[in-house]
């Protein structure tokens, strides 16, 4: 496994090892330990999968009195991820970074708490998994506006994107609670 510290501090991307043949493959996607080796020692309590049709946004989410640490990865299709740095107190503050997973390269981006965090699927049937440090409280929920010109996400978008009610109702990150 290698670890690539991203732009931001606290982003990391993992890059996992794949063994294949023409069975198949195999790779270790956890591993507590390994993990530790390389400086990454997280506690998880909760795993979330999600499948999404191409073109459908999900994000930007946070949650603040009870925030959440993210291990994400796209077991299938690809997906456009990004984190949102919303620590006021950063010199990296309102700044965005992004990765494109895929199924096909076996890597698991971290998100840790003080970011918001969205993806936009770029394949029908996107399946994204992630670990969480903290248990979803849909009363800490909150949405960053996806398309708030402040942040400037350059989302790779055709058309517009399928999104759910409450991230149309996105707050723009000059409004939005963040953290100190």
């Not at 698991?108 to 670990?131: N, R, S, V």
């Amino acid at each position: 496994m290698k670890v690539v510290d991203l732009d931001l501090p606290g982003l990391k991307l993992f890059e996992l090892r794949r063994f294949g043949d023409d069975r198949g493959f195999f790779l270790e996607s956890w591993n507590r330990r390994s993990f530790a080796e390389a400086g990454f020692d997280e506690d998880f309590v909760q795993d979330n999968h999600s499948r999404s049709a191409g073109g459908v946004l999900r994000g930007l989410h946070y949650q603040l009195d009870k925030p959440q640490g993210k291990l994400v990865r796209v077991t299938r299709g690809r997906a456009f991820d990004v984190a949102v740095d919303i620590r006021r107190s950063s010199p990296t503050f309102g700044r965005w970074q992004a990765v494109t997973l895929s199924a096909d390269e076996p890597n698991l981006f971290w998100i840790p708490p003080g970011f918001a965090h969205g993806f936009l699927a770029l394949e029908d049937g996107t399946e994204f998994q992630y670990k969480c440090t903290g248990f979803y409280d849909p009363a800490d929920e909150h949405s960053l506006l996806w398309n708030d010109p402040a942040i400037g996400i350059a989302w790779p978008l055709d058309d517009d994107p399928t999104l759910s009610a409450k991230d149309i109702a996105g707050t723009p990150l000059a409004d939005a609670a963040t953290y100190a």
